[in-house]
Structure formats: structure tokens, C-alpha cells
């Protein structure tokens, strides 16, 4: 008797416990004004949410759940690197302010965009700076020490002050990775003044005939460095003809050891890591000159070509337009027997 009055007991609390939620919605619907006859969802309900979530309730009477909206992610397009078109015979458009391609063998001209017109030339000017420093006859293994002042406003470096650092490896740095200390300590320590250093600058451009060049100071930090396009390809193959200065344009990577630590030499023109066999190349950037660049490269059957770019917009362009114009001078320039014109 005791036992079946115990099941009759868990009976009823049982069925209140299935009432009970129907009871809380039936009571908070007359709270709300909704009418209780209406028969309950058995499917879910979506509502949007005031502050943009979605709120998912289920007619059962469990808790609503809310889900935030995942916002898509925004892709960003990569804009493809598109250069100009040709002209109608074939001549490359460029953005470049300059350039000059010349046929290195015979001096015949193969391309040229303002050829005579002189602008800033950034650390082309360090090929000048080559040319008057080996005249000093300077000793190689001959070590100096880089000065606070080398350092001051000379862009980025890796050298710094107190390294001591051979003539040899001050050269590659300069030539190589475009280094402004190692150009100012090489300048400093040669022998010659400051002023008639920059006076030997100006008197070889005249000797060379570069109407167009004028030099105030080493690195090429100066936008007042200036030249034209045909003076960069003269001025290259001078500073080539040095086999030392020539050597060094041609290597991709140099290691060298100061009194403190090691360095590594990355050389900045790309050419050298491309198709293109490099005899000699030069860089050079400033915010007035734009993305400069004087190579010189040489096909399978001894042609030697030298291509100078001024004032290319970016460092992408620089050497993609300088790519283009070698193609178009090995595929169409030489087989020409006079000039395309200008561009």
C-alpha cells in the first residue's frame, strides 16, 4: 500500500513538471497582451536583434540563444603590375623621366627618352666618386675608422661608428649595397680635401664631355647631383673600364669582418639575379631623383649594351622597365641600322 501510494506521488509530480512550462508561457503571454489561445510553435523563430544579432528562441520555452553575425571578411585585390603599351612601332612607352639604351661595340644609339635633359641622379653619382677616389691610389688593406660624422645624415647603414673597416671592403659596400658611410669614410680618409675632391668630381665630367653632370657632393644625397641619361652611360663605361670597380658591379653578395662584427652585402641591382649576364651596374634612389639605375649587360656573341633609367616612379618599375627595354633592344634594336627615335 505504501509503495503504490509512493509511484501515484511521483506520477503527479511528474505531470505538474510537464505543465509547468506551458503555464510560464500562457502567463507571460497575458503579461504581453498576447492571446492564450493561441496554439504555441513548435518550430523556431527568428527575430533580428537591435544591435545586429540574430536571437533564436524555441517555443519549448528554453532559453534563448544568441549568435553573432560573422561579418565577411574583406578580401583585398591585388592590383596586377601592368606596363605601358608601345607605340605603333614597337618602341616601349615608359614611365621612367629618362632613359638611354646604347649599343656599348659602336656607340649606336638603340632608345632614348630625353637623352640631353639633366636630372638628379641619387647614387649614380657614386661611379664619379669611384673614378676621382682611385686616382688617389689608395691602399686596400689599409684600415679606417668609421667617424660620428660619417654616420650624420647618411641615410640607412649597417656601419657605425668606431667599426674599423678596410679600404678593400669599404669600396664593396659603396658600390655594391650603395652605403653612404662607407662612401663618406672613403672620401674622408683618401688624402684629398673635401672641396677639391668635389672640384676633381666636376673637372673629370668635363674631361669626359658630360655637359649635362654637375656634383656638389660624394653620395648622391644631394638632389643638386645632377646629370643626363647619356652622361650616366658614358659615365658607366668609364668607371667599368676600371677592373676593380667592375669586379665589385658584378657580384651578387660579399661578406667582410670588421674589429666587431661581420656584414653582409646584398648587391641592389637585380639584374644580377635575372637572365642577364652583368658586366657592371649601379643604383639609386632619393625622394627627388626617383628609382635610378646604369647597367651594363652582354649577350652569348659579345654584344655589350648599357641601359640607363632615371626617374622611374618605383622600385618595381625600375627594373621591370629596364627588363622591357633590353628585351625590345635584343629582339628589334639591333637588328636596325639606324635610331628608333624618341619616345
Known sequence: MRARSFSAIRRTVFALALCLPLVASETLAAAAGVPTDAAPSTTPSLRPAASGETVLAAASGSRARTTRRRRPRRRYRQTALRLPEVTPHGIPRLHAKAAYVVDATNNRVLFQKNPERSFPIASLTKLMTALVFFQTKPEFDRYVMISQDDKWHSSRSHLRPGEEISIRDLIHAALMSSDNVATKALVRTCGVPYPEFIGRMNAMADSLGLQGAHFVEPTGLDERNV?????????????????????VMQKASYDFTSNRRR?????????????????????????????CLATNVETSSGTEITAVLLGAPSNTLRFAEVRRLLDWSYRFGLAVADSPGTD
Open 227 to 247: 646629370a643626363t641619361a647619356s652622361d650616366c652611360a658614358k659615365l658607366l663605361q668609364v668607371a667599368s673600364e676600371n677592373p676593380i670597380v667592375s669586379a
Open 263 to 291: 656584414h653582409e652585402l646584398v648587391n641592389t641591382n637585380r639584374l644580377l639575379r635575372s637572365k642577364w649576364r652583368v658586366t657592371a651596374g649601379k643604383t639609386g634612389f632619393i625622394q627627388e631623383a626617383g628609382y
